[in-house]
């Protein structure tokens, strides 16, 4: 039973002390972040994990992120993903193949220099080869900074691989709607009508199947049943839906402006479910709801709950540990290139 594991998971954290950290993702369930040593967004997570001397890391989050918490640890430092069913369909949206066949095509057809730059929610084959060919990693926190500092290196950006984050943060920094193209993975063909001249951002045809279900007509009931609301989404929402709402910005972004609002404020929120339900649950004084009625779990996320970190942290007690995320060298030090661009700017 529940007080069972709890026990479990507390022994095993009492055993092996601050040999053990536990990053928590924002989006994991309240009963996994309870035991987290550390909640935050991506970009946080990756910073905690880079700065921790722990010798065993449990990540609560999705493989992407164990895998990043991995290339930016120590050798003997050891990452471990509670369930490794923890995926993110997002950055299975996007593989080395693919990249290497897309980049390949588009060097050949666009006019002038280009670079690549991936959201950390991308395989670290992906980050290595972003690494390879001078480009970085961004996460939604810091994707205005990012966008920008590969434009003051390059003409054209190729992101991968969520279109959305791509659009809205190019959008942002006033690149229209008509110098974006997206490139399809699967047809390997480059939609896009205007002058290949003009062209600046190339967007990965991937997405997450969490923020995509918030939709114009979610937008539109909230304006009409609570007047007063006001809609907050992260951007990797469509673009339709951030420009329908008044404001958006990363996980971190979202929490802060909320933590900040004074009693009384009307929050619609466009993310995922956990973190909606937890700021309702911290927050008793807003009146705050989910933009989408039904809300939105991230399924995989959810894979982490309170048997798999007891499993995982039990069998790291008994000395014979599951579940090992482990980067090649080769792949590392490539993607520790991308990742450092983005953590030591
Ligand atoms: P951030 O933590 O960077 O806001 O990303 C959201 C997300 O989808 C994590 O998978
Ligand atoms: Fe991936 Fe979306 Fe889940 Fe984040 S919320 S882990 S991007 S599927």
């Not at 290196?153 to 659009?167: A, M, N, S």
């Not at 539109?220 to 958006?248: F, G, Q, T």
């Not at 009307?266 to 995922?272: L, N, S």
Request: hydrophobic share 40%; with cysteine.
């Amino acid at each position: 039973n529940e007080d069972e594991l709890r026990q479990l998971i507390q022994r095993a954290k009492d055993t092996l002390g601050d040999q053990l950290f536990i990053p928590g993702h924002h989006y994991q369930k309240d009963e996994v972040i309870e035991f987290a040593d550390a909640r935050g967004d991506s970009l946080e997570l990756a910073q905690k994990s880079a700065s921790t001397t722990a010798k065993h890391i449990v990540f609560c989050g999705v493989h992407f992120m164990a895998e990043t918490a991995d290339i930016l640890t120590d050798h003997d430092q050891h990452v471990y993903l509670p369930d490794m069913r923890a995926g993110c369909s997002m950055a299975d949206m996007a593989n080395i193949n693919q990249t290497e066949v897309a980049w390949d095509q588009l060097t050949q057809l666009v006019k002038g220099t280009m670079i690549p730059i991936t959201y950390v929610n991308s395989t670290a084959a992906i980050k290595a080869f972003v690494g390879k060919h001078g480009g970085a990693t961004i996460t939604s926190s810091n994707a205005k900074d990012m966008m920008k500092w590969a434009f003051e290196r390059k003409e054209k950006i190729l992101f991968l691989p969520d279109q959305h984050l791509g659009r809205n943060t190019a959008y942002n920094l006033g690149i229209p709607l008509e110098e974006m193209a997206v490139w399809d993975p699967i047809l390997e063909t480059l939609n896009y009508e205007g002058d290949l001249d003009d062209l600046k951002v190339i967007l990965w045809k991937g997405h997450c199947s969490v923020h995509e279900n918030f939709t114009v007509p979610n937008v539109y009931e909230v304006r009409a049943k609570h007047p007063n609301m006001n809609i907050i989404v992260h951007p990797e929402c469509k673009r339709e839906v951030v420009a329908l709402s008044d404001d958006s910005g990363s996980t971190r972004h979202i929490i802060e402006t909320i933590e900040n609002s004074p009693a009384g404020s009307e929050w619609a929120i466009g993310t995922e479910m956990n973190l909606v339900k937890r700021l309702i649950k911290e927050n008793p004084d807003q009146h705050i709801i989910s933009l989408n009625p039904h809300m939105c779990p991230c399924l995989t996320m959810n894979r982490i709950d309170l048997p798999h970190l007891a499993w995982c942290l039990d069998s790291l007690k008994n000395g014979e540990p599951v579940n090992p995320i482990t980067v090649s060298d080769q792949i590392s030090n490539d993607a520790t290139r991308a990742l450092n661009r983005m953590l030591i700017k």
